[in-house]
T-cell receptor, first 116, second 114 residues
Framework: DAGVIQSPRHEVTEMGQEVTLRCKPI?????LFWYRQTMMRGLELLIY????????DSGMPEDRFSAKMPNASFSTLKIQPSEPRDSAVYFC??????????????FGEGSWLTVV | AQSVTQLGSHVSVSEGALVLLRCNYS??????LFWYVQYPNQGLQLLLK??????LVKGINGFEAEFKKSETSFHLTKPSAHMSDAAEYFC????????????FGSGTRLLVRP
């Protein structure tokens, strides 16, 4: 079975450039998450979508960050303009929320972003 | 607010020795509890989870964890470490009133000595 698929796996960009990260969740899952991992702050939830609708975006750092989910099989996380402090690993994850208690969240392999 | 504390950012054991990774949560209502493992340059993989069934939960790769309400703990153990267990381990909690949300601990890096 295909897991959560993220692209690109690695991105190096210059400060000020736009960055777009892409995610294809597991087929049949109704929820999608974007997480960010840094040494300083660990794993942080950025945004949560349920049935393609953003439910919780309280973790989105600032207006430079935006996320969309135009359909059940695709999501993007965009940073514009990018800054060096955005360098991190960005994980997309998906799950089937609401069917069993304590739903399991499945993670992609991450997009490693370096802003120079 | 819910939080989770992992004691020890690094744990080193010899191959064949007991693995014990500690996790404590803070919550008046026991949350759902998870252990995830992250191998180098990879995403997170679920090891096991507690959702208020049996307090002793068995997971993949020989790991298990015991939920102890009185101690607000969910420590991860494995009787005999293998070299392939070297990775970073994350404890996470999911509040029962917003069970979509995973709150992660800071992680414990397990080193296995030959």
């Amino acid at each position: 079975d295909a897991g959560v698929i993220q692209s690109p796996r690695h991105e190096v960009t210059e400060m000020g450039q736009e960055v777009t990260l892409r995610c294809k969740p597991i087929s049949g899952h109704n929820s999608l998450f974007w997480y960010r991992q840094t040494m300083m702050r660990g794993l942080e939830l950025l945004i949560y979508f349920n049935n393609n609708v953003p439910i919780d975006d309280s973790g989105m750092p600032e207006d430079r960050f935006s996320a969309k989910m135009p359909n059940a099989s695709f999501s993007t996380l965009k940073i514009q303009p990018s800054e060096p402090r955005d360098s991190a690993v960005y994980f997309c994850a998906s799950s089937l929320v609401g069917t069993v208690p304590g739903n399991t969240i499945y993670f992609g392999e991450g997009s490693w972003l370096t802003v120079v | 607010a819910q939080s989770v504390t992992q004691l020890g950012s690094h744990v080193s054991v010899s191959e064949g020795a007991l693995v014990l990774l500690r996790c404590n949560y803070s919550s008046s209502v026991p949350p759902y509890l998870f252990w995830y493992v992250q191998y180098p340059n990879q995403g997170l993989q679920l090891l096991l989870k507690y959702t208020s069934a049996a307090t002793l939960v068995k997971g993949i790769n020989g790991f298990e964890a015991e939920f102890k309400k009185s101690e607000t703990s969910f420590h991860l153990t494995k009787p005999s470490a293998h070299m392939s267990d070297a990775a970073e381990y994350f404890c996470a909690v999911s509040p029962r009133d917003s069970s979509y949300k995973l709150i992660f601990g800071s992680g414990t890096r397990l080193l296995v000595r030959p």
